[in-house]
């Protein structure tokens, strides 16, 4: 129905096969999904060029979908292409930006690339201070993934530090009694 309504290449298209995929993969279809986002990866190139915010999104869509299904080292090129784009066309405290390294970081945190993983993670956390402030509960999670980070590398005194400062954080914004401060 959209190559009929939009023709073989539009944006339309390319954002309807983006859904159509996420659909396909909710389902248990991740043969068609992955077919369908590079499909749509490809007409976002080709309508936009190489360096587009269309084509970062669909990147990311890419290694969402295949970070989803536990495929990690397929996940982190275009998760990285991503992140490239967005910090060439996106604002410095974009949103996307502190959202795709905390991603990239967990990605090789998990595949225990340790001091990869911490610099993206530091990376991340210093994204979401300049996006959000000091105070604020995204800023308490990446402290929080990076005192993860900082025990698995046996770094505790530094693992300890980074989670005193989100729970001071946390109580800071929601008070004493918050169900945060009790995980």
């Not at 389902?27 to 309508?47: F, P, Q």
């Not at 990239?104 to 996006?131: C, F, N, P, V, W």
């Amino acid at each position: 129905i959209w190559r009929e309504l939009y023709g073989d290449k539009s944006s339309q298209l390319a954002a309807g096969l983006l859904n159509l995929a996420w659909i396909r993969h909710s389902k248990g279809d991740n043969v068609a999904a992955e077919r369908l986002t590079r499909e749509a990866l490809e007409m976002n190139r080709a309508l936009h060029g190489e360096e587009h915010e269309k084509v970062a999104e669909t990147l990311l869509k890419l290694g969402t979908l295949f970070e989803s299904q536990g495929r990690l080292v397929d996940a982190e090129p275009p998760l990285r292409a991503a992140l490239a784009l967005l910090r060439k066309l996106a604002p410095e405290n974009d949103l996307q930006i502190h959202t795709t390294l905390a991603t990239i970081a967990s990605l090789t945190h998990s595949q225990g690339r340790l001091e990869d993983a911490e610099a993206l993670y530091r990376d991340a956390l210093m994204a979401a201070r300049k996006a959000y402030g000091a105070e604020h509960d995204v800023v308490v999670t990446r402290l929080n993934n990076l005192a993860d980070l900082c025990r698995d590398a046996g770094k505790l005194d530094e693992a300890e530090s980074l989670l005193v400062e989100a729970i001071k954080i946390t109580r800071n914004l929601h008070g004493e009694n918050h169900n945060r401060l009790a995980t």
